[in-house]
């Protein structure tokens, strides 16, 4: 089991940025395939970015690449999300999500892959 944490996210301005963390509990952080989500007021939950345990391999939703960066410090056991340039429509509640038993190339886009989630830290990019 693993307990996940997020925080960093706060009210910003169109252009500004933030940067989330993910904190989780447990000796095997090293060995979960991660991800972020978010969930817009009225909305379903949507991919935001994913990586692999050892933080080689990421990918990203399509309305993020090139402007969200994903990463981790295992030595931590905390995982990032540095977002850049936001826009009000990145306005969400951002949660992080992890699975293990996965194999060290393992990633996913798909939110029931994931087994442990965090409450949630809610961003509100104003415009």
């Known amino acids: 089991q693993v307990q996940l944490v997020e925080s960093g996210g706060g009210l910003v301005q169109a252009g500004d940025s933030l940067r989330l963390s993910c904190s989780a509990s447990?000796?095997?952080?090293?060995?979960?395939?991660m991800g972020w989500f978010r969930q817009a007021p009225g909305k379903e939950r949507l991919f935001v970015a994913t990586?692999?345990?050892?933080?080689?391999?990421?990918a990203y939703g399509d309305s993020v690449k090139g402007r969200f960066t994903v990463s981790r410090d295992n030595a931590k056991n905390t995982m990032y999300l540095q977002m850049n340039s936001l826009k009000p429509e990145d306005t969400a509640v951002y949660y992080c999500?992890?699975?293990?038993?996965?194999?060290?190339?393992?990633?996913?886009?798909?939110?029931?892959?994931?087994?442990?989630w965090g409450q949630g830290t809610q961003v509100t990019v104003s415009s």
């Open positions: 999500a992890a699975t293990n038993d996965v194999s060290r190339n393992y990633y996913s886009q798909r939110e029931y892959d994931y087994r442990f």
């Open positions: 447990g000796r095997t952080f090293a060995t979960y395939a």
């Open positions: 990586m692999t345990y050892s933080g080689i391999i990421k």
